[in-house]
């Protein structure tokens, strides 16, 4: 593993220091191996582990490309440790949600455009009437999608939707179990988009923040963790 772990790093620095940017071919397996005085069975576990993080891209037959390296990207690796959480570390995950969308919807409301709230606005009235508790939590996750890429920082997004495949069983058990839970969700939502849509940052931040933590705090009394 320590000579793996060395191939690796020495193809990051590669990338680090510019030698390889995003869409380049790297050189061919016995030429590389040379160079960074590997062998070509630890040069290809670490092409290997690379590729796994979405660093690398192997094209049979073409060769090994160095990815786009955009933050969704990369940051989709972190999305699959997250679904293997148990359902108490959960509540981490919407304390770091707490932080972060409050946040990121207060830089929405300065940075969407006129078309970009209109767009907001079509998916709040996309919802039925009375929707099903799956058709409520895929609109919730398109609403907070759609803020997430106003904030105009795609690292941020990408955290934000990396956090929101671990909180949607929660959500969608918080849909079948509590009372009231699809209206207080209907009612928040606007409330954020009207605030957002009135440019008032400061209190779409306070929305969003209340909408997260309401269902934080449901969930701890549902885990018995308060």
């Known amino acids: 593993m320590a000579v793996t772990d060395a191939a690796i790093d020495k193809i990051k620095q590669m990338i680090v220091s510019g030698e390889l940017a995003p869409g380049d071919r790297l050189p061919k397996e016995a030429d590389l191996a040379e160079r960074l005085g590997l062998s070509r069975n630890s040069l290809r576990e670490a092409v290997r582990a690379l590729s796994l993080i979405n660093v690398l891209d192997v094209r049979q037959g073409d060769g090994t490309y160095v990815t786009s390296l955009e933050p969704r990207l990369l940051l989709d690796t972190m999305s699959f440790v997250l679904d293997l959480h148990r359902d108490d570390t959960v509540i981490q995950f919407f304390e770091v949600r707490r932080i972060l969308e409050p946040a990121a919807t207060a830089m929405a409301t300065e940075l969407m455009t006129d078309a970009d709230i209109d767009a907001l606005r079509v998916i709040l009235e996309s919802l039925p009437e009375r929707p099903t508790v799956e058709e409520l939590v895929a609109n919730d996750l398109q609403f907070h999608h759609r803020i997430a890429q106003g904030s105009g920082n795609s690292v941020l997004c990408s955290f934000i939707e990396s956090l929101s495949g671990p909180t949607t069983r929660a959500r969608i ?32 931040r306070a929305w969003a923040t209340v909408h997260v933590a309401g269902v934080e705090s449901w969930l701890r009394r549902a885990l018995e963790l308060d």
């Open 173 to 204: 058990w918080r849909g079948l179990t509590q009372e009231g839970a699809m209206e207080k969700t209907r009612e928040q939502h606007t409330a954020i988009y009207e605030a957002i849509a009135a440019r008032q940052a400061d209190v779409a």
